[in-house]
């Protein structure tokens, strides 16, 4: 039967709300809109109304209920979200496996051949230098930072003697990559050691050297499943002569394909992002999260990466940086592993968490305040303890007698021997002459005798000085001994813990 063409333009244009109907995406079949009730053609040819057939079919044509209608919200895509340079940056334990062709530039006294007495420079041959170069490599990433790879290639070659005879070197090795995984642009470097030989079907016989490379490079991520990726290193072998151990360096430049495997299907979101699109009414809050799955509907979710589903804000009362609902003692500032402040059980001043006895007080003597342990001063301290015999200095000055350098250099051992005694060195005058003058001189002999101890190694924050003139006598002034006595030089052992600065 033969069918104008008038006649099938009209026809078409009748069907094609059906067709479109047909073919539409599940969602937009089921909503409807305005062409829902499009027209279709009867047995006779004649368009009747969509929904008559329906209703006449017994098919409910009413509207969804209330619950079908409600939108829903859609969950964000981080991965999308993100600029290109930051989408396809490097994951924890991804793999990459891969291809490479390039160029390596050989040694001119490379050592690729098998020793041959019998023959001229016992069979060295001279190789082309710039030779094709192509493999393949697998890598591991066990962080984004830094992974392993194990690479095997070809380096096919040519005598450089004018014969024109191909050779096949080739190369074994596995290195240690470090990368700056932040971008979908990733630089790095590398260094590891394989073996570098040749095989046995040419004229330079079989031979295998080992070989160290380092180098540097880039990395580019195309996409969830592609890297492009420029090498440029160094090969370290052995040259010509027994002697000549890596030596010989040659340069190879390398461009390769990879296929990145064990990609997360999601990019983890950014603090920046909310974890859902908001989607139409029903969102009270106004933080993005539909009030049918929001647990807090007049309270805003805080977006920091801790429980941003539930749509509830979080607090942290006390600032240490634990939530409320982790958080032991939520009034109280508090460290881990429970948010709780450290304890001090022994009352020693000294907190728990670095306390080294905690059943125990600090003993605070001078000797080894700093660890919270109960302990005695040696008898060695204590003998520098107090006023001490043998040190003396010229009359009516600060000047230090050569009798007392012994008696110094004891104190010094002393003082190396336990480097967590500090001392106060104080000074003391007999009576006579004006006291302002005794003060002054007492201070000046403490303070000389502290600068031989730091001139002989003790560090100057172990030491303090002080004169006390003649205020604290030890004997009486009336008799030339009692002011031999008073004229003195006491260490003190300072007490308590050493403030850092």
């Known amino acids: 039967m ?27 079949a089921e909503a409807g809109g305005e062409g829902s009730a499009g027209l279709t053609l009867s047995s006779s040819g ?24 409600e939108p829903r919200a859609r969950k964000w895509n981080p991965r999308k979200q993100q600029p290109w340079i930051q989408r396809w940056a490097p994951e924890p334990h991804m793999f990459e496996l891969g291809v490479y062709g390039g160029l390596f530039r050989l040694n001119g006294e490379h050592e690729l051949f098998e020793p041959n007495a019998a023959a001229p420079l016992q069979g060295w041959l001279p190789l082309r230098r710039s030779n094709p170069d192509f493999g393949g490599r697998l890598g591991y990433y066990p962080l984004r930072f830094f992974g392993v790879e194990a690479e095997g290639g070809v380096i096919p070659g040519k005598l450089d003697d004018g014969s024109g005879t191909g050779v096949m070197p080739f190369t074994v090795r596995g290195h240690a990559v470090a990368q700056l995984g932040l971008w979908s642009v990733t630089p790095f470097v590398l260094v590891g050691a394989g073996m570098l030989g040749i095989n046995g079907s040419g004229p330079l016989g079989a031979d295998i050297d080992p070989a160290m490379h380092f180098g540097a490079g880039a990395k580019i991520y195309i996409n969830r499943w592609l890297m492009l990726r420029v090498d440029l290193r160094d090969v370290v072998s052995h040259s010509l002569g027994v002697e000549n151990t890596f030596v010989s360096h040659n340069f190879e430049g390398l461009i390769g394909l990879s296929v990145t495997l064990n990609r997360k299907n999601q990019a983890p979101p950014r603090p920046d992002q909310p974890s859902v699109i908001p989607a139409g009414p029903g969102d009270r809050d106004g933080d993005g999260i539909l009030d049918v799955v929001d647990q807090c509907i007049d309270d805003p979710e805080t977006v920091n990466g801790y429980l941003d589903e539930d749509g509830c804000p979080e607090s942290d009362r006390d600032g240490d940086g634990f939530y409320d609902d982790q958080d032991t003692c939520p009034d109280e500032a508090g460290v881990d592993p429970d948010g709780c402040p450290p304890k001090d059980t022994d009352g020693d001043g000294f907190l728990d968490d670095v306390d080294q006895c ?28 107090g006023a001490i015999k043998g040190i003396t200095f010229e009359t009516n000055k600060a000047t230090i007698e050569r009798s007392s350098l012994p008696t110094l250099d004891e104190a010094i051992r002393i003082l190396q021997q336990y480097p ?19 003060m002054q001189l007492s201070r000046e002999r403490a303070e000389s005798v502290m600068s031989y101890l730091v001139g002989m190694g003790i560090s100057e924050d172990r030491v303090t000085t002080n004169g006390m003139g003649p205020d604290v006598p030890i004997d009486t002034n009336d008799t030339k001994a009692g002011r031999a006595n008073n004229r003195r030089i006491e260490f003190r052992v300072v007490t308590g813990k050493l403030e850092s600065n």
């Open 420 to 438: 967590s005694v500090r001392i106060e060195i104080i000074g003391h005058t007999d009576d006579r002459g004006k006291r302002d003058h005794n």
């Open 46 to 69: 004649a368009a009747e109304p969509q929904a008559d057939l329906e209703a006449d079919a017994g098919v409910d044509t009413r509207a969804n209920t209330s619950a079908e209608a």
């Open 358 to 385: 905690i059943e125990e007080p600090e003993t605070d003597n001078g000797f080894e305040d700093d660890d919270g342990c109960p302990d005695e001063v040696p008898a060695e301290v204590l003998r520098f303890s």
């Open 2 to 28: 033969r069918l104008r063409f008038p006649s099938l333009v009209c026809a078409l244009g009748l069907a094609a709300p059906s067709l479109a109907h047909a073919w539409a995406p599940p969602d937009q």
